[in-house]
């Protein structure tokens, strides 16, 4: 992502497995809780999704207990570096400005971009055949970056706050494409909405790792790190990403 929380409030708790070193007995955790399938709510008001099941997982490996709480997108990182929570689990890409004011994990996943467009479309993704065409993306999110940087000046870009509103433009035709993160965008296909889209042209490979966010100096970010290693040796990954997908994502 990249990465993409919406509604306040929502929190979940979970006990945890290995020893770490934490300044406090319970750690806080942010996500979105409007980026399916990765973090969402469901019907009962419960965050769920892949980052959740990642973020429950470390935190039973490192034996510490967490608290799950929604943020919006726009607001996640300052929330972070004012106290609100002491993480972020939110498909968060590790870009070189956020490295500036936040310092991350290794990676939990790897992400790579793709349009989506209509099935009945012919769509060339070339600059070329993009020309003239409405093309929308999440703000604040590698697509919309990419949008803006390598689009714009062939393309109408359209971002929005969160990726559900972006896939309602796209289904009722406001837009002529969405480029998006591969994985989420994967799981948007597979729903009535988006049985009549594809994605279009070849992935977008831009070297995008996914990593847990924590205030700079923060020793939680070694400690996110020994437990993803962990996670991933003793075979609970790859359990939590054959919930969500057929393929590795790491």
Known sequence: ????????GIALATLAAAPVTLAADKIRIATEGAYAPFNMVDSDGNLIGFDVDIANALCEQMEVECEIVAQD???????????????????MSITEERLRVVDFSEKYYSNVLAFVAGKDKNLDVSKKGLNGLV????????????????????VTVKLYDTQDNAYLDLASGRLDALLSDKFPAYDWLRT?????????????????????????????????????KAIVANGKYEEINKKYFPFSIY
């Open 1 to 8: 992502m990249i990465r993409k929380l919406f509604a306040a």
């Open 135 to 154: 093309v929308g993306a999440q703000r604040a999110t590698i697509a919309g970056q990419m949008l803006e940087d390598k689009y714009s000046d062939v």
């Open 192 to 228: 009535d909405d988006g049985q009549g889209f594809e994605f279009k042209g070849e992935d977008l490979d831009i070297n995008d790792e996914i990593g847990i966010a924590v205030r700079k100096g923060d020793d939680l970010k070694d400690d996110f790190s020994a437990a993803i």
């Open 73 to 91: 997108w726009d607001g996640i990182i300052p929330g972070l570096r004012a106290r609100k929570y002491d993480a972020i689990i939110a498909s």
